[in-house]
């Protein structure tokens, strides 16, 4: 039996409405319990190099996301991605498509259900730090749910930005925004969270290095925490593990996750201090934006 597989090498311009809709629906499932979403899985290849697997299941497909990282000899490592739908209902593939800028796409578009959720409604004043394909990303999908009137953008090897001024350092462009979105490769701490204003969101992504953070782990107790989803960010999360490890702070004290925050089953911030959201990149929102490939039938 011969199977015809749709292969999607590079992704197509996608609707931001499309794909912030499939991604808040994907979090709405995981709500209704119609969503699984394991855990990450890591396998250790023989001579070095590793393969991350992510994977989730709705009522009607599956998805697994692989992303090798293959050290070569004398040069950088080889990355790639490849996410693999399945139908759920007769066990065909769907559609298998270049992950890489899925990535980028379902990760702002978290970022941005997490603005929609968690920022204050008349949030004007933005601030990004990196300016990487991430940072673009984001800061086109921030503006999709919020007006924001003033873009602050920091990086190192930034010189000129058209979308917005270019501050001196990360805490000069997060001093007095209202939402600050940290899109870095960094291991460590980008800006003292600790000096922003009560109601300020503060928002971090994954990277591959390990036990990775964006903000001090020692912070984590002075900030309103939330996640995107908490059986997996509490134990991924660098910040979140180091400051557990340390006794400063415990899984229990997550505010909150996406799943929890649209269907209204956790508090929201309470204003009185700065609030952070951390995602780690998740099968769903994989699985979520590689159904928009599948082809009509």
């Not at 001024?165 to 939402?179: F, L």
């Not at 870095?184 to 971090?204: H, K, M, N, Q, R």
């Amino acid at each position: 039996m011969s199977i015809s597989i749709p292969i999607v090498e590079q992704l197509p311009a996608l609707p931001t409405a499309d794909v912030l809709s499939a991604v808040r629906s994907a979090f709405t499932e995981l709500a209704a319990g119609t969503a699984v979403q394991p855990p990450q899985t890591v396998t250790l290849l023989p001579g070095g190099g590793d393969v991350i697997a992510y994977q989730a299941a709705t009522s009607d497909a599956y998805a697994a996301k692989v992303s090798p990282y293959l050290p070569q000899p004398g040069d950088s490592a080889t990355v790639t991605a490849w996410t693999l739908v399945l139908s759920t209902r007769t066990g065909r593939p769907l559609v298998l498509c270049d992950s890489k800028a899925l990535t980028v796409e379902r990760t702002a578009a978290t970022t941005a259900l997490a603005i929609d959720l968690l920022a204050r409604k008349d949030a004007s004043t933005l601030a990004i730090i990196g300016a990487g394909a991430q940072a673009h990303a984001h800061l086109r999908y921030a503006r999709a749910v919020r007006s924001f009137a003033d873009v602050r953008i920091y990086s190192r090897s930034l010189r000129a930005a058209q979308d917005g001024t270019i501050a001196a350092s990360a805490d000069e462009a997060a001093a007095g925004a209202d939402v600050v979105l940290l899109c870095t490769s960094a291991g460590e701490a980008v800006i003292d969270v600790t000096a922003l204003a009560p109601g300020t969101l503060v928002t971090s992504i994954s990277t591959n290095v390990p036990r990775a953070h964006e903000i001090a782990p020692a912070a984590l107790p002075g900030l309103d925490a939330y996640g995107d989803y908490r059986p997996t960010v509490t134990a991924s999360a660098g910040e979140m593990v180091i400051a557990a490890e340390q006794g400063a702070w415990s899984p229990e004290q997550l505010r909150g996750d996406l799943p929890e925050l649209l269907t209204d089953a956790c508090e929201r911030p309470t204003g009185d201090r700065p609030v952070f959201f951390r995602s780690i990149g998740l099968g769903i929102e994989d699985l979520a934006i590689a159904r928009l490939l599948v082809p009509s039938s």
